[in-house]
């Protein structure tokens, strides 16, 4: 069964990058059997997707979001990557990578995820 | 605001049926799979109903879902203390080329 687990810092300074990584387990990126998602959620609200990524390093973005994200995908670490710049407290939410079958498709498997302040 | 508009809240008794309903357009529900996901408090979503009524393995039967038209709803029959949870319904737009999500429907059981 395949697992996917956060990774990166808890705490990130307003205007820097926020950095987090993906690895997955159980199942090979490479398959090109999925794609694979960055999904937010704000303490207290609702989920937001942020984009995805095809292990041939095709991306989708959120329109909201595009002109501030970057994610990457590392096949040989089975591991794929977001960079959210110039971020601020808005930002601050737990963090979920997530994986689905298709472009069209939500998310089958999630992270258990991982909570990134934004403070100084 | 969430593209797909959910009541904020549910309630039920143990035993009793519940529908919660999830509208949207024509650009999400009205042409795309629809989706619906549990999170227990401090945990990951869980993927409940995917392709409109499918249950992935391990779903009781007891979660259904329906979609007609632009909107879509999810049933949970002889309700239980342990489904008190968040429910996110959740589709791909074609308009905004993304995956949006309803705001959520806080399930209490009474």
């Known amino acids: 069964q395949v697992q996917l687990q956060e990774s990166g810092p808890g705490l990130v300074k307003p205007s820097q990058t926020l950095s987090l990584t993906c690895t997955v387990s159980?199942?090979?990126?490479?398959?090109?059997?999925?794609?694979w998602s960055w999904i937010r959620q704000p303490p207290g609200k609702g989920l937001e997707w942020i984009g995805y990524?095809?292990?041939?390093?095709?991306?989708y973005y959120n329109p909201s979001l595009k002109s501030r994200v970057t994610i990457s995908v590392d096949t040989s670490k089975n591991q794929f990557s977001l960079k959210l710049s110039s971020v601020t407290a808005a930002d601050t939410a737990v963090y979920y990578c997530a994986r689905g079958e298709s472009i069209a498709a939500l998310p089958d498997y999630w992270g258990q995820g991982t909570l990134v302040t934004v403070s100084s | 605001q969430s593209v797909l508009t959910q009541p904020p809240s549910a309630s039920g008794t143990p035993g009793q049926r519940v529908t919660i309903s999830c509208s949207g357009s024509s650009s999400n529900i009205g042409s795309n799979y629809v989706y619906w996901y549990q999170q227990l408090p401090g945990t990951a979503p869980k993927l409940l109903i995917y392709r409109n009524n499918q249950r992935p393995s391990g779903v009781p039967d007891r979660f259904s879902g329906s979609k007609s038209g632009t909107s879509a709803s999810l049933a949970i029959s002889g309700l239980r203390s342990e489904d008190e949870a968040d429910y996110y319904c959740a589709a791909w737009d074609d308009s905004l080329s993304g995956q949006v999500f309803g705001g959520g429907t806080k399930l209490t059981v009474l």
């Open positions: 990524i095809y292990y041939s390093g095709s991306t």
């Open positions: 159980g199942g090979s990126i490479s398959s090109g059997d999925y794609y």
